[in-house]
Nanobody
Framework: QVQLVESGGGLVQAGDSLRLSCAAS????????MGWFRQAPGKEREFVAA????????FYADSVKGRFIISRDNAKNTVYLQMNSLKPEDTAVYYC????????????????WGQGTQVTVSS
C-alpha cells in the first residue's frame, strides 16, 4: 500500500503564495509520476499539475500555468506544489496522487490519493 499525506494548505489572500507538500510512504513504486488535483464545492475534481518520475517533464492546467510550479524530491518521496499569485478561484481541496501510467491529466489514471488539504483564497 501507498499512503499520501498532503500538507501546507491554509487561508490566504489573493496574490499570496502557498507551498503544498505531499509525502508518500508505504510500498515503494518504481518510476511513478505524481500529480496534483483540486476539487471545489459543487465542482468535479480537476487536474492541476503533474510531474514525471525523472522530473524532466511537467504538465499544468491552463488555469495555473505560469503561477504554479510542481517539483519532486524522490529521495524524500515528496512532491511539492508552489502556488503563486493565488486567486479566489484557486480555492479548493487539493489532492496529490500517484500514477504508474502516462495519462497525467486524467484522474482515472491515478492509483493512490492523499486525503486532501484545503486551500482558501480570499479576495
Amino acid at each position: 500500500q501507498v499512503q499520501l499525506v498532503e500538507s501546507g494548505g491554509g487561508l490566504v489572500q489573493a496574490g499570496d503564495s502557498l507551498r503544498l507538500s505531499c509525502a508518500a510512504s508505504g510500498r515503494t513504486l518504481s518510476r511513478y509520476a505524481m500529480g496534483w488535483f483540486r476539487q471545489a464545492p459543487g465542482k468535479e475534481r480537476e487536474f492541476v499539475a503533474a510531474i514525471t518520475w525523472s522530473g524532466l517533464s511537467t504538465f499544468y492546467a491552463d488555469s495555473v500555468k505560469g503561477r504554479f510550479i510542481i517539483s519532486r524530491d524522490n529521495a524524500k518521496n515528496t512532491v511539492y506544489l508552489q502556488m503563486n499569485s493565488l486567486k479566489p478561484e484557486d480555492t479548493a481541496v487539493y489532492y496529490c496522487a500517484v500514477t504508474v501510467g502516462n495519462w497525467y491529466r486524467d484522474s482515472a489514471a491515478y492509483d493512490y490519493w492523499g486525503q486532501g488539504t484545503q486551500v482558501t483564497v480570499s479576495s
